[in-house]
C-alpha cells in the first residue's frame, strides 16, 4: 500500500513563493511517474503539473513559467515549487502516484 503525504501550504500573498512536498511511503516511487493536482472551492480538480520517472517535468499552461516540480527519488518525495503565486491559485492541493491520493494541502494566496 503507497501512503503519500502533502506538506507546505499556507497562507501567502499574492507574488509570493511556496515548495509543496510529497513524501511517498512504499517502494513504488521511483517506477512511478507523479502528478499535482489542485481543486478550487467550487470548482473541478485540475491538473496541475506532472514528472516522469526520468524527471520529466510537464505543466498546465495556467502554472507554466511559475511552478516548478522536480523529485528526489533518494527521498521518496515530490517537491512542487510555486512562485509569483496569485489569488486563482488558491486551492487543495495534491499529489497522485499510481492511482493513490494524499489527504492534500491547502494553498491560499491573498490579493
Known amino acids: 500500500q503507497v501512503r503519500l503525504e502533502e506538506s507546505g501550504g499556507g497562507l501567502m500573498q499574492a507574488g509570493g513563493s511556496l515548495r509543496l512536498s510529497c513524501a511517498a511511503s512504499?517502494?513504488?516511487?521511483?517506477?512511478?511517474?507523479v502528478d499535482w493536482y489542485r481543486r478550487a472551492p467550487g470548482k473541478h480538480r485540475e491538473w496541475v503539473a506532472g514528472?516522469?520517472?526520468?524527471?520529466?517535468?510537464n505543466y498546465a499552461d495556467s502554472v507554466k513559467g511559475r511552478f516548478t516540480t522536480y523529485r528526489d527519488n533518494n527521498k521518496n518525495t515530490v517537491y512542487l515549487l510555486m512562485n509569483s503565486l496569485r489569488s486563482e491559485d488558491t486551492a487543495v492541493y495534491y499529489c497522485?502516484?499510481?492511482?493513490?491520493w494524499g489527504q492534500g494541502t491547502q494553498v491560499t494566496v491573498s490579493s
Open positions: 514528472i516522469t520517472t526520468r524527471g520529466r517535468p
Open positions: 497522485n502516484i499510481a492511482h493513490n
Open positions: 512504499g517502494s513504488i516511487f521511483s517506477d512511478n511517474a
